[in-house]
């Protein structure tokens, strides 16, 4: 079933069992992943044509004629043509066909994957973010969906640009590093590049803003508003880490729930809440009890957990 997937002859249930099954567990993910690679690199192989040509007896002495020679040479050069017709159309709707055959994951809660995409790509998801792309590009774009947390290392391909689509704008790079988180449940949508040059375009008034690295777009009340990273900690979430700097009681909270896939509930008021770190970092491989644990050092409160259900009850 998974090879039928690759290739593109999967049928809508098979494929949804199939991205359902690599979505449980980063090992399936990976199995499929190696699986789609091993197809594409089966497949880029164009059908070689070597023209026969008889070889007519030749009398010692005797010269072949030349416009025997040129009607030869006519033959065996229409047949390369022709081969290299089919075989470029055959490459073409091989590309027109994977191009329209895509991928989608959503990782699970409390859980990031990592991926390469065909043309060298790297992608990071965080907790609960999902990515949708082809199993190969376009001969004109490289356009991918995404919802959730996610960062991208686009390799650079100046002919073909590379699209990020999500619920509220579309980002076009050529080749650079950025975050992008796309809540459109909560209504959050904010881009941070690290490295190059991208183009925001909202969805909703069509404003662009050109954005230079260490520059931060977001959302805010229907606009796009421009400003500057303030710590690149921030995204660290992708080697494994939680920042703290400049985030209150509530903050972490909230992401807590987010990273560790945790129904956090807080019962009654936590004095010195709205206090904010002045720096320090958690790693997320530790849990959420040692994270909160962490964060008893700095407010005073209690907590019980349901391991089974892993809700979280603050007081």
């Known amino acids: 079933m998974i090879r039928r997937y690759v290739r593109g002859e999967a049928s809508f249930e098979e494929r949804k069992l199939v991205t359902d099954w690599a979505a449980s567990d980063p090992q399936h993910f990976k199995e499929l992943e190696q699986e789609r690679r091993l197809y594409l690199a089966l ?59 895509t991928l989608a994951f959503q990782t699970p809660a ?5 991926t390469t995409l065909s043309d060298g790509t790297k992608v990071w998801l965080n907790s609960r973010a999902r990515v949708e792309y082809p199993v190969l590009f376009g001969r004109k774009e490289r356009r991918v969906k995404v919802s959730g947390e996610v960062m991208f290392d686009v390799a650079k391909d100046p002919d073909h640009p590379f699209i990020v689509e999500t619920y509220a704008c579309d980002i076009e790079v050529l080749g650079t590093k950025f975050n992008v988180v796309a809540d459109e449940e909560n209504g959050r949508f904010s881009t941070a590049l690290l490295r190059g040059e991208v183009r925001i375009t909202s969805r909703f008034d069509g404003q662009q803003i050109l954005m230079k690295p260490d520059d931060v777009v977001s959302l805010e009340e229907g606009k796009l508003r421009l400003s500057h990273i303030d710590d690149p900690d921030e995204y660290l979430w992708t080697e494994g880490y939680i920042n703290l700097k400049n985030k209150n009681f509530y903050d972490l909270v909230e992401e807590f729930g987010q990273v560790f896939g945790a129904r ?28 909160l644990e962490i964060l008893q050092a700095s407010y005073r409160f209690t907590y019980t957990r349901n391991i089974e259900t892993n809700e979280i009850v603050i007081r």
């Open 43 to 101: 497949t880029w192989h164009l059908p070689e044509v070597e023209p026969s040509v008889a070889d007519a007896p030749v009398k010692r002495g005797r010269l072949i004629p030349w416009r025997r020679v040129a009607r030869i040479a006519l033959q065996a050069a229409a047949v390369i043509v022709m081969g290299c017709l089919v075989g470029t159309l055959l490459y073409t709707r091989r590309i027109d066909t994977l191009a329209e055959q």
């Open 110 to 114: 409390g859980q990031r994957m990592n």
């Open 264 to 291: 956090i509930e807080v019962q009654g008021h936590i004095e010195g809440a709205d206090r904010r770190y002045k720096w320090g970092k958690i790693r997320i491989a530790d849990g959420v009890d040692d994270a």
